[in-house]
């Protein structure tokens, strides 16, 4: 334990997700080293992200404006919708450059565990927009772990009365891995999902 302030910053570090209590330490001993003029800027950063970023009110992907630039993008194609858990699931798929659709974010996954149900999500902000008929495809781009499964087959039974096209991505070995190596889960996936060879 250090004293004061030190141990404030350290605690308060050791809060986001990702950091331990040993990286809390080195992160915080690490500001202590820094100029003054590099503190400053971080905290004016954390500051105007804070008062400045919001979640896009059609998607609720993070923006800066009341839509996010991909909502306002009319080169998108409005008919294909991908439903993802957190706006950074929009960031690794928009990586790929092999998705031109819009997307909705559910703002995390079903949890019965951690009390997260439908409700808690937006999926009721979801069905105004697949209720003009615009929408012919529904991409589920949840996780593949428990919660994104109960997460997708939800959605599925909520959808398909809908007359929609329900997907779900893909899912089984990655490129450069090894059969030996793989759980019993991703192999299964991997024979069910296979694909012609030509």
């Known amino acids: 334990m250090y004293e ?29 080293q820094a100029e003054p003029t590099d503190v400053r800027r971080l905290a004016d950063v954390l500051i105007e992200v804070k008062a400045r970023v919001k979640f896009c009110s059609t998607c609720f992907n993070v923006s800066e404006d009341e839509q996010c630039r991909i909502c306002r993008d009319e080169r998108r194609d409005p008919s294909v919708l991908c439903v993802v858990e957190e706006y950074k699931d929009v960031v690794a798929i928009e990586r ?23 409700d808690q999500l937006h999926v009721k902000e979801l069905m105004p927009r697949l209720a003009d008929g615009t929408v012919t495809e529904v991409i589920l781009a949840t996780d593949p772990n428990l919660e994104g499964e109960a997460t997708a087959t939800y959605l599925t039974r909520l959808l398909l009365p809908m007359g929609l096209r329900v997907t779900r991505l893909a ?8 059969l030996e190596y ?10 069910a999902g296979r694909r012609s060879a030509e």
């Open 171 to 178: 899912s089984g070995l990655p490129v450069g891995g090894d």
């Open 4 to 32: 004061g302030v030190v141990q404030d910053l350290i605690d308060e570090l050791g809060r986001l997700p990702g950091v331990g209590p040993k990286s809390a330490q080195r992160i915080a001993f690490h500001l202590l």
């Open 182 to 191: 793989a759980d019993e889960v991703t192999l299964g996936r991997a024979f």
């Open 96 to 118: 790929t450059r092999e998705f031109r659709g819009r997307y909705h974010v559910l703002g995390g996954a079903i949890s019965p565990i951690d009390g997260i149900g439908p």
